[in-house]
């Protein structure tokens, strides 16, 4: 049977038609913090002795139970755990309801957060202008940063950029 926290409650925030990195960046920290008790109820699954082993698996996670899907650039949405996680792989007529890098931040974050491991949100540009067309997760365990950005192939690899900006959460 499915734990009540995972039920989703209708957590889909469009943030606007056409916003701001900013608009964005700010839903997915409320997104993040509404998050917080699924993300403390799926922490124990991957708990263990080894923080970097935790992300590793979190990344992986993400990687196979999300499939990739871009949202339009008009449609552009944050949602909560449980609902990134119903939306998964749900089937609708013009295909599959997947997530993109804000949703994957949101599952990294909130259970990196969860796991206490503390996490920042980094936002890219990797263009000629400063206005980040990505985002995904930093962790810091024992000093060391680690990339968590489940739309690369690999674990702890960054993406290139001309502009970043980090958001603490």
Not at 61 to 68: D, E, G, L, N, S
Not at 100 to 118: F, N, Q, R, T, V
């Amino acid at each position: 049977m499915l734990n009540p926290i995972l039920i989703p409650k209708g957590n889909n925030y469009l943030v606007s038609n056409y916003q701001t990195a900013g608009e964005i960046a700010g839903a997915i920290v409320k997104a993040i913090k509404e998050s917080e008790p699924s993300a403390r109820y799926m922490a124990k699954f991957f708990k263990t002795s080894n923080p970097v082993k935790s992300l590793r698996m979190l990344f992986w996670f993400t990687k196979k139970a999300v499939p990739y899907k871009k949202e339009s650039g008009s449609n552009q949405t944050a949602k909560t755990l449980p609902r990134i996680l119903s939306d998964a792989n749900k089937v609708k007529i013009n295909g599959v309801i997947g997530g993109d890098c804000k949703h994957y931040s949101i599952l990294i974050g909130s259970i990196g957060k969860a796991l206490g491991i503390p996490m920042k949100l980094r936002l890219i540009a990797q263009g000629y202008t400063p206005v980040p067309n990505h985002i995904y997760c930093i962790a810091k365990v024992n000093g060391k940063e680690y990339i968590v950005d489940a739309v690369l192939k690999e674990f702890n690899k960054e993406a290139k950029y001309n502009y970043k900006y980090d958001i603490k959460i």
